[in-house]
């Protein structure tokens, strides 16, 4: 995964996700609604074919906190609720 930053304003961040297709960036973006401060949030994959896995990824907040603060909080939000999956499933795997 690399990010390749497009615009970066106070409240604006788009950056394309290379590497990443519909699995991770639909994740990523359905994370960010979460943070009431993120006002927009959304990708577009530009070409079915030539961009498959580079989503161009648009996050705009309400300036109480930084796009890359809310990349930063959402990303840390996966991570954990996918170490809870796994502990939960080395719990069921072992009994």
Do not use: C
């Amino acid at each position: 995964m690399k990010i390749e930053v497009i615009k970066r304003d106070k409240n604006l961040l788009e950056f394309y996700l290379v590497g990443e297709d519909h699995t991770f960036a639909n994740l990523l973006s359905e994370t960010l609604h979460e943070n009431k401060h993120v006002t927009f949030a959304a990708y577009t994959i530009e070409h079915p074919v030539l961009m498959a896995r580079k989503p161009r990824f648009r996050i705009s907040t309400d300036g109480k906190i930084t796009p890359e603060k809310a990349l930063e909080e959402a990303a840390q939000k996966i991570f954990d609720r996918a170490k809870d999956v796994l502990e939960v499933w080395e719990g069921v795997i072992k009994k």
